[in-house]
């Protein structure tokens, strides 16, 4: 069995991996994949100087991901016994994740439901119902 | 809350240093001052840069450029064409490896190179081609532009071939550092001093045409709103927000202008659709005016030549293929082949020339603001037969201001907030590319910067305050001076593209270079 959880480093992510213990205890030999997105688009618009120092802020915008939300995952599965490992991307989350899965072959993704409403989620939608609604792999979002 | 303070003080202190202690008394002739000031200090190098052919009254620099983008064109057998396609496919991310998200993509790059380009010259240099040149003009616009497209793809594949990466991670690109480097790996001297001599002009046409050209029209175009008022005023509210930017490291307000900016270009190719739509019966005869114009000159001023020398020269100050500007704003790309950031950069010259000027020329003719004369069908020149007349006595901004809003009455407001954003937008973009050239020269550092933004700065507030005409004069002549030295190094580094065109090309016949699936 290979799980993959999609982190966003809110408090609900926390729930998502409890989940996945829940699960990953079931069968032996069970591997999980953490992965945190960073909400990033290709087609955003940006000025020549943030253009500049772009490879240096993504490398920033990794290692904090690893430091604050990936490293803890990682260390709090581990203290179950549990081998995992981590992955950070920049992207669309949905996409981000359902093409990881997918990728990788994974048999289930694990997210949690997300927290806050507001404007753009009443446009867009959340990436949590985007990756319901598009995924290859079976979803599973946590409450 | 104490940054912004800073930040807000130092802006106030700025402004109290940039302006002169007099500003108090009658503005009008502290504008004058400024403006024969500014007339006497910038008119040799002016006159030796719009230097006529001798026998002719063709300026030699826009040959230069024609010339170089031309040799391109035929030494890369035509790449514009052949590659297409391709720059299209690239744009659209189908070649990024998705290990690389979070980098500056091809589109990013593009677009950030666009908002420097996109501006002043779509709206009001093109009203000033047409208005002195003719509806002809348009015709040598778009083949200046789709030639342009070669001279581009040459520039922006060394940019970033040549590329510095900086040990703070950030990267420096440009015709200063691929002349230098590149004349070095070839064996060819003078180099250093080619770039050096590049990165003066570059700094001089980050003051002209990238800061007090765009001032000057964004001042008139506040003004044909509120009423006449002194330029320094314009000047130094634009000064005190630039600075606020590029010294202040506000991010906010360049984040704004850069969703606004966009946005802003594509309402402005739309309202230009609908002007067209409206009048799709008079397409056909706004083609024929400007096919006729290209070839006969309709009687505009200098005939066939002087809506040619028009349209070329406003085609190179809007797209700026072969100045070398884009080969900065290209360079931060992240692709492991140089020559497909060459590719996207062929799609500038296209989408700013081709596309967006093409739209406002058709406008301009089709709103029949130019005055023809119904026995002859020719055009009626102005009383010092140096232009068109037109309806309401315009020219510039203001042509196409009445142009626009012959067909949708409220639209010159919109078009005035365009035109302020679009000057704002370049400034950004010229500060960035003045000051790279100036890093070149003096060194990276804190207070070389901050020197350099300093002046950017009270260059604007120049710029707000001197007529057009001096404006407009040196900011083409420093902004053509850069073309002299960047196509006279293109021409011996070409090769190097060619090298790289062959082995890309061949890779991608092999298969070896595929599309990721995404």
């Known amino acids: 069995m290979k799980l993959i959880i999609g982190l966003d480093g809110q408090s609900t992510g926390e729930k998502a991996l409890e989940f996945a213990k829940t699960v990953a205890a079931t069968s032996s030999g069970c591997e999980l994949i953490v992965v945190y997105v960073i909400e990033w688009s290709p087609f955003s618009f940006h000025s020549a100087e943030e253009n500049a120092r772009r490879h240096k802020r993504r490398e920033e915008e990794i290692q904090i991901a690893r430091e604050r939300v990936l490293d803890p995952a990682l260390a709090s599965l581990a203290k179950e016994g549990l081998t995992a490992r981590g992955i950070v991307r920049h992207g669309d989350v949905a996409d981000t994740i359902d093409n990881i899965a997918h990728a990788e072959g994974a048999t289930q993704i694990i997210v949690a439901r997300t927290g806050t409403g507001g404007l753009s989620k009443h446009i867009f939608g959340s990436s949590t119902a985007n990756l319901v609604m598009n995924a290859r792999v079976p979803v599973t979002v946590v409450a | ?518």
């Open chain 2, 1 to 518: 809350m104490t940054r912004v303070y800073s930040i807000i003080c130092a802006t106030l202190a700025f402004m109290a240093v940039a302006l002169p202690a007099q500003a108090q008394e009658a503005a009008a002739s502290l504008d004058e001052r400024v403006n024969a000031a500014f007339a006497g200090a910038t008119g040799w190098f002016v006159n030796f840069i719009f230097m006529s052919i001798p026998g002719t009254n063709f300026p030699w620099i826009v040959m230069w450029l024609v010339i170089g983008a031309t040799i391109f064109t035929i030494y890369f057998s035509v790449v514009q064409f052949r590659f297409f396609g391709h720059a299209i496919s690239l744009v659209k991310g189908d070649y990024s490896d998705p290990e690389d998200a979070g980098e500056v993509s091809h589109f990013q790059a593009l677009t950030t190179a666009l908002s420097g380009t996109v501006g002043l010259g779509n709206i009001a240099g093109v009203a000033v081609a047409v208005g002195i040149g003719g509806p002809g003009a348009t015709f040598w616009m778009i083949l200046a532009g789709l030639l342009g497209m070669a001279s581009k793809f040459t520039e922006c594949t060394l940019g970033v071939k040549y590329r510095n990466e900086n040990p703070d991670g950030s990267v420096s690109g440009g015709p200063m550092y691929y002349i230098s480097k590149g004349f070095d790996e070839l064996g060819l001297p003078g180099g250093k001093i080619l770039a050096v001599l590049f990165s003066i002009f570059c700094i001089l046409g980050a003051f002209g045409g990238g800061n007090m050209f765009q001032a000057n029209q964004a001042h008139a175009q506040i003004t044909q709103i509120t009423g006449d008022f002194p330029g320094w005023i314009t000047g130094v509210i634009f000064a005190g927000v630039v600075f606020a930017v590029i010294v202040g490291g506000i991010k906010s307000i360049a984040r704004v202008t850069e969703k606004i900016v966009p946005f802003m270009g594509i309402l402005y190719v739309g309202a230009a659709l609908v002007v067209l739509i409206v009048n799709y019966n008079l397409i056909g005869w706004a083609f024929g005016q400007i096919f006729a114009g290209a070839f006969t000159g309709l009687g505009v001023a200098g005939g066939l030549v002087g809506a040619l020398i028009q349209g070329f020269k406003r085609a190179a100050f809007s797209n700026e293929a072969g100045v070398g500007s884009a080969a900065i704003a290209h360079s931060a790309v992240k692709t492991s082949e140089p020559i497909t950031e060459g590719f996207v950069s062929l799609l500038e010259p296209l989408i700013d020339t081709v596309v967006i000027c093409t739209m406002t020329a058709l406008v301009i003719v089709i709103s029949q603001q130019l005055i023809i004369d119904p026995a002859t069908g020719n055009y009626v020149l102005n009383e010092a037969g140096t232009a068109i007349a037109t309806v309401g006595d315009t020219s510039g901004v203001a042509l196409t201001s009445a142009a626009f809003g012959s067909a949708i009455g409220w639209f010159p407001y919109v078009l005035a907030l365009a035109v302020i954003l679009f000057a704002f937008s370049t400034m950004i973009s010229w500060s960035y590319y003045g000051l790279k050239a100036w890093t070149f020269l003096f060194g990276e550092g804190k207070t070389t910067e901050l020197v350099f933004k300093v002046i950017f700065c009270i260059f604007i507030v120049i710029g707000a305050a001197a007529s057009l005409g001096p404006v407009i004069d040196f900011s083409d002549a420093a902004i053509f001076a850069m073309a002299v030295v960047n196509i006279f190094c293109l021409y011996f580094l070409m090769k190097v593209v060619k090298a790289e065109l062959a082995s890309y090309s061949a890779r991608l016949k092999s298969g070896e270079i595929k599309k990721f699936t995404h």
